[in-house]
């Protein structure tokens, strides 16, 4: 004769765990999906408003007036040293795409989308830090903002 006894039920700890564990690597996976789009569909509209950043969680609008348009220009950050990306205080750096707050190597506190480090826009503003973005057509983009700024 053979006697079976069962084990006295756990609590619902264990299946709590994994539940808000679950939904923690979940909003993880929703995130990292998101900037990876971002990546691709990143927008920078100028208008008299000023700067607006479209399509990543750190974009925003700033002011026209905040703008230092006559101080933006063209960089390599490959040969620009100082202007290079150092601590990363909160963003996102994926492979191909940094964005959101870094600390740049002059001590600058810098808001970054940057996809090609060969060709970015320094734009400094009055708010405490600089606009780094890789842009198409840069010297146009630089125009409007001066045109803007005006």
């Known amino acids: 004769m053979k006697h079976v006894f069962p084990i006295i039920p756990a609590s619902g700890g264990p299946f709590w765990l994994f539940g808000v564990l ?12 998101y900037l990876a ?5 990143v927008r920078f509209e100028i208008s008299a408003e000023g700067l607006r ?25 490959s040969k620009e040293k100082e202007y290079q990306l150092g601590w990363r205080t909160n963003g996102a750096g994926l492979p191909g ?11 600058e506190k810098g808001l970054v ?15 405490g830090y600089s606009v780094l973005l890789s ?4 010297s146009d983009f630089i ?8």
């Open 22 to 33: 679950a939904a923690f690597l979940l909003a993880l996976l929703f995130l990292f999906a």
């Open 37 to 41: 789009y971002s990546s691709r569909n």
């Open 53 to 77: 950043i479209k399509g990543d969680i750190y974009g925003r609008t700033i002011p026209a007036r905040a703008l230092v348009a006559d101080k933006a220009k063209l960089l390599d950050l």
């Open 97 to 107: 795409y940094k964005s959101g707050w870094f600390r740049l190597r002059n001590g």
């Open 113 to 127: 989308f940057v996809t090609d480090t060969s060709q970015v826009v320094y734009l400094p503003t009055r708010e």
């Open 135 to 138: 842009v198409a057509r840069p």
């Open 143 to 150: 125009q409007a903002l001066r045109q803007v700024t005006q």
